[in-house]
């Protein structure tokens, strides 16, 4: 549904992406991952036909985003990162206003957005600017759907959203996904990746890897260990210091270590924390997350794991 050969953008010559090869295939919910600054943005902007790429070239469905630029922009929808309908209109304005450009009518296709705007037609009558950040996330996904697109683009749909509302969010995504519309989603967060049928991770504009969540996972050939102890600053430093440890990572309550060495027994790091002066000491061994697996990739620099399309 979505392919995309070689593009590359250059920003007064630095490479926001480069050389990205990807394909989405029809019906996926394909979630693009990175931290900000990695290429999403100017990635979406090219698949809606915002930009124009420096070299390489897209599809969607069939039609290239240069030359088929018209007809694109009536087969998708498109939700930006920041919030862009009209803050002076409201709920029902605005959503009567994005019908109105594509040729359709709320009626005419209410039944894909009913789940989504039933929460928020309540509130038809309240300016957008007004709304929650989730209540502008539902409207921004209606208004978007509203003439009932073949492709979804969501360029972080979910950033300054509670967390509540984040998994809400997903649960209406997977809906619209059983009606046959193929989304491709992008996300900072690191733990939505588990919910997308496949994921890419990019980082400085080039893809990392593209697999299902479950076999980047299992793609992590270290041994990984959860550490923790009282002072978790005190941890960390002595950790970094510590002449086996290959990686360190804070991650939450716990510090994330790879050790040098294969199945390492975790006695002798158990003993050289405590000689340290560290207390209340844990070790255990743990299963590698994606943001585990991102870590890695990142510090080994690895792109282009060959399994793209």
């Known amino acids: 549904m979505i392919k995309i050969h070689n593009l590359s953008k250059k920003y007064a010559g630095v490479e926001a ?25 100017t990635l979406f902007r090219i698949l ?10 897209a ?7 240069v030359a088929d630029y018209k007809k694109i922009r009536e087969l998708i929808g498109y939700m930006p990162g920041r919030f862009s309908l009209y803050q002076d209109l409201s709920v029902e304005e605005n959503l009567s206003f994005f019908a109105t450009v594509f040729g359709t009518t709320i009626e005419e ?14 509130f038809k009558k309240r300016l957008a600017g007004k709304l929650s950040g989730g209540m502008k996330q539902k409207l921004a996904l209606s208004c978007a ?3 009932k697109p073949k492709i979804l683009l969501l360029d972080e749909p979910t950033t300054g959203v509670d967390a509540v509302s984040r998994m809400e969010f997903w649960q209406m995504l997977k809906k619209l996904q059983q009606k046959g519309i193929t989304i491709l989603v992008s996300t900072p967060y690191m733990d939505e990746a588990s919910l997308c049928d496949r994921v890419a991770l990019i980082q400085n504009g080039q893809i990392l890897t593209v697999d299902t969540p479950n076999g980047i996972s299992k793609s992590f050939s270290k041994p990984l260990f ?7 600053y005190q941890l960390i ?16 309550e716990f510090v994330h270590v790879t050790l040098k060495i294969k199945n390492p027994d975790t006695e002798p790091l158990k003993s050289y924390l405590i000689s ?26 690895e792109r282009g794991t060959g399994n793209e399309y």
């Open 48 to 57: 809606t036909t915002l930009l124009i790429a420096d070299s390489g070239n």
């Open 59 to 65: 599809t969607l469905d069939g039609l290239d985003v």
């Open 17 to 41: 992406i480069k050389s990205i090869n990807l394909q989405v295939k029809p019906n996926e919910l394909f979630g693009l991952i990175g931290p900000d600054g990695a290429g999403k943005t």
């Open 109 to 122: 296709n209410y039944d894909l957005i009913a789940d989504i705007y039933k929460q928020i037609e309540p």
């Open 276 to 301: 340290k002066g560290n207390k209340e000491i844990q070790v255990g061994a743990i299963e590698a997350t994606i943001e585990d697996c991102f870590m890695e990739l990142m510090k080994n620099g």
């Open 237 to 252: 430093n002595d950790l970094r210091n510590y002449d086996l440890a290959a990686t360190v990572y804070p991650f939450g």
């Open 145 to 147: 759907l509203i003439h």
């Open 226 to 232: 959860a550490v923790n102890a009282s002072n978790k």
